[in-house]
DNA sequence: TTGCGTTATGTTCCGCTGTGCATTACGCTT
DNA sequence: AAGCGTAATGCACAGCGGAACATAACGCAA
């Protein structure tokens, strides 16, 4: 059966300056892992250059060691490349963001609403 | 220790207009209760009565038995009252959300960001 | 030296959400 | 009948996040 109510969120890490990694963030740094540039991983999902490199800037800012690593100019004009602790900032999210879905999933069974 | 990174997060309940209960939501009900109306309970935490009122007519819209009776004119002007639908809602949304607080605490001690 | 595509950054514009204000309806009290 | 405090509702305005646009800087290639 379709139930009348669903429990619905959003979970995101924090860091020194605020949001430190998110949906929308980690998506785009799978997409810069994927296209080798911002301005082609933020024209994949549809996102202005200029919010996706506030963003990049964000997380490079808060994590210890870059999770970015940006280069401008030569060939092919410059480009961005994920480095060893972004991969490791994306694997960690996700794996918050299953078991989060996982509570979401249960919890909703246990809804007591007429 | 005052670790460098926390999860966050929010929760709500969807119903079938969008969401239905959400932690503003269930505190304006909680200040219904207290107060008598919508006016007050508004002004009690800071929101103008024009958004209070759509809050709690989407409320009622979205649930089978409304979640707050409001009356007009008599004494005092009117006002507005708890159902017993409504309580049930309030302790259905607290359930969640002591639930996802306790997830959320728990999940940022096993964050693992250098 | 010119051209290209990217990063970097400022400025303006748009859409959405909620506020603020004005007005009406309502029903009890005096 | 007049006054009151509330619910109900429309409309103009403000604040904010992101989009869109315009440049500049950069470094390799031809």
């Not at 301005?39 to 800037?57: G, I, N, P, Q």
């Not at 900032?89 to 999933?105: N, P, V």
């Amino acid at each position: 059966m379709t139930q009348r109510y669903r429990l619905h969120g959003r979970v995101w890490i924090e860091g020194p300056e605020g949001t430190f990694l998110g949906y929308g963030r980690v998506v785009l740094l799978e997409r810069i892992r994927e296209h080798g540039s911002i301005t082609a991983a933020a024209r994949s999902m549809e996102m202005s250059y200029r919010h996706a490199w506030k963003l990049v800037d964000s997380m490079n800012r808060q994590s210890r060691c870059p999770v970015v690593e940006k280069s401008t100019g030569g060939r092919g004009g410059g480009g961005a490349v994920l480095t060893e602790a972004g991969e490791r900032a994306i694997a960690c999210f996700w794996s918050a963001y299953r078991d989060f879905k996982a509570f979401i999933d249960e919890r909703t069974q246990k809804l007591d609403l007429s």
